[in-house]
């Protein structure tokens, strides 16, 4: 998807300086719009150096506010990352290979020992140097803290400094660990970011973009940092808004008020104009898992039967209204070898053997799902009617998750339909096949265990990334959807509002990046 042209910048900027009324009761409805538009950051862009920067500010709206006060340590790490102010040692591609950050380069010992050169002439955002000392004692903050970093989960590191290098060191063999330590959770923070009890990121971080101010969940304002060691940002600074109200971020769309817009929801997306949506693949399948231990789905004829029944298109078109990807397996679109992987004979041969549909002769089957995401509810129902016009006889139960959840992990479902983020914080889908589909899988909403599964699992979990782990990857994938476990129906997508005149602005299906060193908005 290219970026939006500059040729409509003139309505747009008319738009935002002609607000009237319908700014004051947006400003109302949301009360926390920034009035920093149109400053410049305390440099300037003539001090910039840059020929590429500019005085323009860019006014973002995000869906949810800090949870955690900004700390690395949380699910907050991803707002830092998508300012561009905190940065990690390691960063993924499009394909999730590791790619140079604040560390040039890296190499693996021994099988479990990795070294990590650190980066010549990076400053914080406070003056300090950035040095392998720092660095590590950074990563060691994160390995030590109470609750461990999602990234960290499970897995047992330790990180000192070698010179001018990081060495870490982890209990098993990982292969992942270059990618683990692209996780935003492990961001790389000045030494005085951690004097206090809780980890301040304020003025901090080594993006291109410093973090002044936090005005507790309203807003934060970032200014351009002129030192940066890729250069100086194009743009003056960042003007956030946290807006959870997603008739109020549409409304900022519409109005000009925000340049860009995270989440715009779908059942907004029809008041906005079309060539201010941009729509992302998320790494996230809606799924029907199927109980393989207890009930009718114990058959695997009735699997496949359930399989034979349900018609995602019809889901895609009346819940999603089209702005959704009717799932061909397990990883979506927004992995970017997964379809190319299923186009091969040693895929399709996995998939040969599969049970043929059963009758299901008036089977009585309960499906659970939960409130907390709104379409959920509106699945099952369609999911209900296609399933009797089968010849299953079907009960729906939907409660919150919260109340929901151990139930629903004790088996207590024939089926269940989750929302299910396939990649998580490595950018490595194994994680997800082994906590959900493996025998001592954690979140085995499906009761499943399959010798053969384990094994294509095993083998995933031992490739080295690249070519060779992602053909394990769709092994297993096609070993898990051989014995129908589960039925992938739909890959979700997230749609990001931008205004005409914005350039840069990245569409990341892991949301991870946002606004960049190179995003713009017209002045």
């Known amino acids: 998807m290219p970026p939006h042209s500059s040729a409509a910048v003139a309505p747009r900027r008319a738009r935002r300086t002609g607000l009237g009324l319908a700014a004051v009761s947006l400003l109302l409805l949301t009360g926390c719009f920034s009035a920093g538009s149109g400053t410049s950051s305390a440099g300037g862009a003539g001090d910039a150096g840059d020929a590429g920067s500019t005085d323009a500010r860019i006014e973002l709206a995000m869906l949810q506010p800090p949870r955690s006060g900004l700390s690395p340590l949380s699910d907050d790490a991803f707002k830092l990352s998508r300012w561009s102010t905190a940065e990690t040692l390691v960063r993924l591609d499009e394909a999730g290979e590791a790619q140079p950050m604040l560390a040039t380069e890296w190499e693996q010992l021994d099988d479990t020992t990795w070294s990590f050169t650190v980066r010549e002439g990076v400053t914080f955002h406070d003056g300090t140097e950035l040095t392998a000392e720092n660095a590590a004692a950074s990563l060691s903050r994160a390995v030590e803290a109470e609750p461990a970093p999602r990234i960290l989960d499970g897995v047992e590191m330790t990180v000192a400094a070698e010179g001018d290098t990081v060495r870490v060191t982890t209990a098993e063999t990982d292969p992942l660990v270059p990618q683990r ?10 030494p005085a970011a951690y004097e206090g009890d809780t980890v301040t990121p304020v003025g901090h971080g080594t993006g291109p973009f410093e973090l002044t101010a936090v005005d507790g969940t309203s807003g934060a304002t970032l200014e351009r940092y002129d030192d940066h060691w890729d250069g100086a940002a194009a743009a003056a600074g960042i003007d956030v808004s946290f807006v959870p109200d997603g008739t109020a971020r549409a409304a900022a769309l519409r109005t000009g008020e925000a340049d860009v817009v995270e989440a715009v929801p779908v059942g907004q997306a029809a008041q906005v104009e079309e060539d201010l949506l941009e729509e992302v693949p998320m790494p996230r399948t809606n799924t029907l898992y199927l109980n393989t231990e207890d009930g009718p789905f114990a058959d695997p004829a009735l699997r496949a039967a359930a399989r034979e029944a349900l018609d995602p298109q019809t889901v895609v078109d009346g819940v999603y209204e089209g702005r959704a ?17 299923r186009d091969t004979d040693a895929y399709r041969e996995l998939l040969a053997d599969r049970a043929e549909a059963g009758d299901p002769a008036g089977q009585k089957i309960t499906i659970g799902t939960f409130t907390d995401r709104a379409e959920l509810p509106e699945v099952a129902v369609q999911l209900q009617q296609q399933l009797e016009a089968a010849g299953f006889e079907v009960e729906l139960e939907v409660r919150e998750y919260q109340y929901i959840e151990a139930d629903a992990l004790d088996g207590d479902f024939d089926a269940f339909i989750l929302s299910r983020a396939t990649v998580l914080d490595s950018g490595d889908p194994v994680a997800y096949m082994v906590s959900d589909f493996g025998c001592a899988g954690s979140f085995n909403l499906s009761q499943f265990c399959s010798g053969a599964v384990d094994d294509a699992l095993t083998a995933a979990e031992q490739a080295a990334p690249g070519e060779e782990r992602q053909e394990a990857i769709m092994a297993a994938e096609a070993a898990i959807l051989a014995e129908d476990a589960a039925i992938p129906m739909l890959h979700e997508r997230v749609i990001q509002g931008e205004q005409n005149g914005v350039e840069g602005a990245v569409r990341d299906p892991r949301e991870r990046e946002l606004i960049t060193a190179e995003t713009t908005v017209a002045e």
């Open 325 to 341: 990807d009717v799932a061909a397996g397990l990883l979506g679109p927004a992995i970017p070898y997964a379809a190319e992987g």
């Open 181 to 190: 330590l692209s996780s935003p959770q492990l961001s790389v923070l000045a």
